[in-house]
Structures are given as structure tokens and as C-alpha cells.
């Protein structure tokens, strides 16, 4: 039975490029919810300061997060330019290859990676 995964990705706004990024996303996130359909939760929280981004992904599967993470490296290289890692949390067992990718990425970019898998139970509801 497949299960819902979800992926955190933390990260610190550089120095004066909240404004930017701010446009960047408004600009962004259509195109994404459009090449994306299988990713079911895409949602950006910002500290008090500014300075914290939180940007939630909810998947219904592991499937749907490794089709997600086509096309990662060239939306991380523009966002890049406003914000950098800080560190990932998976919550769910994502495919292997998706798993090593984001274990490569994590190590590259110098960052934690939590992960885990098991999921106890819950439900997700969809609207």
C-alpha cells in the first residue's frame, strides 16, 4: 500500500533578497502547480524576520515525489540566487533513487537530512 510522504525543506533568505524572492515565487509557483499535478501540498511558511523560509511539500506517494524532483536542479539553481539550504526532513519512505538524491544533494550543499520513514499512522484528506 503506498503512503503520503512529507518533505520539509528549510532554508535561510540571504541578505536583502526577501523582496526578490518574494517575486520569484509569485512568478514561480504556477508553472510548478501546473508541471506538478501529483504533488498535492506546496506551501511556504516565513519566520517573523524574514530570514527562516519553511516550504512544505505533501506527496500522495512515493512515486509522486520522485516526479516532483524532475526538473529540482534547475528550480533550486534560480531560488538559489534568493535563499540557501538550511537542511530537509522526509517524513515517509520515498523511492531509493529519490532517497540518494536528496542524500547526495543534502551532502553538497553541506546540510542535514532527516528521514523518517515509518509512517504510524494518521490520515490525509484531500479536498
Not at 500500500?1 to 532554508?11: A, D, E, L
Not at 512568478?27 to 524576520?49: H, I, S, W
Not at 535563499?83 to 526532513?89: C, D, N, Q, S, T
Amino acid at each position: 500500500m503506498s503512503q503520503p510522504i512529507v518533505f520539509i525543506s528549510r532554508f535561510k533568505v540571504k541578505d536583502g533578497k526577501l523582496e526578490q524572492f518574494r517575486e520569484f515565487s509569485r512568478k514561480a509557483q504556477p508553472a510548478l502547480e501546473a508541471e506538478k499535478p501529483r504533488t498535492v501540498g506546496f506551501l511556504m511558511y516565513l519566520n517573523e524576520g524574514g530570514t527562516d523560509l519553511s516550504i512544505v511539500h505533501v506527496f500522495p506517494d512515493a512515486e509522486s515525489m520522485a516526479i516532483h524532483f524532475e526538473g529540482a536542479d534547475e528550480r533550486s539553481k534560480a531560488a538559489y540566487e534568493f535563499i540557501e539550504p538550511a537542511g530537509w526532513e522526509i517524513y515517509g519512505a520515498p523511492t531509493q533513487a529519490a532517497l540518494e538524491t536528496m542524500k547526495e544533494a543534502a551532502s553538497k550543499a553541506g546540510v542535514s537530512l532527516k528521514v523518517q520513514p515509518e509512517m504510524m499512522g494518521g490520515f490525509l484528506r484531500s479536498t
